[in-house]
């Protein structure tokens, strides 16, 4: 499974940006696709995940309102789609995979994801 993430950029606080993952290989239907994210110094946090079969959705509490994924099963893409960026959303994000399948209760979890795009930074300036 390969992952490739794109969309990051600069923008001012309050703007918009899309961020887009496409996945090759083989990836379970009952598994999510999901992005974290990660600020210099701190752990990788969850922020959204997407169920490939189902489209269900999980967000973590900071971005719920403002963030939105979605996916494109034919094209095997997901999307991110973030609104009024904060300061506090300045961060590299990952879009990341399983290796098996794993239950919901474990998709905020980085150490049941296997496989990983290179990340792409996102900065909302002040």
């Known amino acids: 499974v390969q992952l490739q993430a794109s969309g990051g950029g600069l923008v001012q606080a309050g703007g918009s940006l899309r961020l887009s993952c496409a996945v090759s290989g083989v990836t379970s239907r009952h598994n999510p696709a999901t992005w974290f994210r990660q600020v210099p110094g701190k752990e990788r946090e969850f922020v959204a995940a997407?169920?490939?079969?189902?489209?269900?959705?999980s967000y973590v509490d900071s971005v719920k309102g403002r963030f939105t994924i979605s996916r494109d099963n034919a094209k095997k893409i997901v999307y991110l789609q973030m609104n009024n960026l904060k300061p506090e959303d300045t961060a590299v994000y990952f879009c990341?995979?399983?290796?098996?399948?794993?239950?919901?209760?474990?998709?905020?979890?980085?150490?049941?994801?296997?496989?990983w795009g290179q990340g792409t930074l996102v900065t909302v300036s002040s």
């Open positions: 997407i169920k490939w079969a189902d489209g269900s959705t």
């Open positions: 990341a995979s399983p290796g098996g399948v794993i239950i919901r209760s474990s998709w905020y979890n980085s150490q049941y994801y296997d496989y």
